[in-house]
């Protein structure tokens, strides 16, 4: 694996820090570089918390990024909601997939680790902090993204305006996963970012707003509807764009293949977690609907990995605690720090289950 540092390190704490990291990352056979290679896997970006930014603006959004902060006095006259809330707008700021908030000084210095999702965690050693930070990042930077999208304009023309039965249930329900308005987020991204900022994470991510979720409908046997990525969930109304067909999935090149009307916009892209949708309805031909949200429920297995949506891995683990549940065409399975992917032989049955059992506060599990 390739791992970049880019940035200079704020004080002594990061300094310290990121030669530790090398030393671990080279131990493990990984090569280091000072200039991020075309083809890096991991970059470390150094900043500040006050001044936070992203040093380095990645091509491919496969690439992991982890960025690294301190707060050298500690945080002893500010709330957790407050120690939060910076750490969260310094990893959007640095449209990180990871933060790690150093926090005070040598023995008493204290790690806080955040995701996008808002895992949230506490590592309290840090004498091995470093070895942490690359047991973590390692796998997730080694893993496979498939976010990529292949449209084909060969649509049934019967479809191209309100598409079928099951693309005008996931209408309705969107409506439904819209009013329940679970983010994953208790802090409003608009008051954290500038609007240059705000385009620049949409356009990395492939966003058209800011809308969290996702929800789907098995078509036939082949194929299932699906929301578009980060389109508003209350108001699915556009085949092709809001709405769109997913066909097939080409393994080879880690492409979701869709199937759109003709003159469909070229951006145009389903949902991150059409992977994971995809191999649960092969798999079981009897599940006919699926929801993910960012919430919880007490007593269900989670997977083992906080995986980033839209890999391979997280999929695959997904579906093998899917195919172990005791009714698997009725699940509901945690994604660890993040959310729930749920479900069912309908959108009807789906939110039947969990309409007022659902629980914001996702767990941080270590």
């Known amino acids: ?59 491919n959004p496969s690439i992991f990024v982890t960025s690294l902060v301190e707060t050298p006095e500690g945080f002893t006259d500010e709330t957790l909601v407050e120690l939060k809330r910076r750490s969260y707008a310094a990893l959007v700021k640095t449209m990180s997939n990871l933060l790690v908030h150093r926090v005070g000084q040598g023995v008493e210095a204290v790690a806080h680790f955040m995701t996008p999702e808002l895992g949230f965690r506490t590592r309290r050693d840090p004498a091995t902090l470093a070895q942490g930070i690359a047991d973590y990042v390692t796998p997730l930077a080694a893993s496979k993204m498939v976010i990529a999208n292949r449209l084909d304009e060969d649509l049934p023309e019967p479809l191209w305006a309100h598409g079928d039965d099951a693309a005008r249930s996931l209408m309705a329900y969107g409506r439904r996963l819209d009013a329940l308005k679970l983010l994953p987020s208790p802090f409003d991204i608009r008051e954290i970012l500038s609007e240059r900022e705000l385009r620049l994470m949409m356009k990395l991510f492939g966003l058209k707003q800011l809308s969290y979720g996702n929800l789907s409908a098995r078509r036939d046997a082949a194929s299932f509807w699906m929301s578009g990525r980060g389109v508003d969930k209350g108001r699915l109304e556009k085949i092709g764009s809001d709405l769109l067909l997913v066909k097939g999935y080409d393994a080879r090149t880690l492409t979701i293949e869709l199937s759109v009307p003709p003159e469909t916009d070229p951006s145009s892209r389903v949902s991150v977690d059409a992977i994971e949708h995809y191999k649960i309805y092969r798999a079981l031909p009897g599940v006919g609907a699926i929801v993910h949200v960012h919430a919880w429920m007490e007593g269900i297995p989670a997977t083992l990995q906080s995986w980033p949506c839209g890999t ?55």
Do not use: C
């Open 1 to 59: 694996m390739k791992v970049a540092f880019v940035g200079d390190p704020s004080g002594a704490g990061l300094e310290d820090l990121s030669a530790e990291l090398a030393t671990v990352f080279r131990s493990a056979g990984h090569s280091i570089w000072d200039d991020v290679p075309e083809d890096v896997d991991l970059v470390i970006n150094r900043t500040s918390l006050g001044a936070a930014r992203p040093n380095y603006l990645r091509s």
């Open 312 to 366: 391979e891995q997280l999929a695959d683990e997904v579906l093998s605690l899917v195919l172990a549940a005791e009714d698997p065409l009725r699940a509901v399975i945690g994604l660890k720090n993040h959310g729930l992917t749920i479900t069912g032989p309908s959108l009807a049955d789906i939110f039947e289950r969990i309409e007022g059992r659902l629980s914001q506060d996702v767990p941080a599990l270590e």
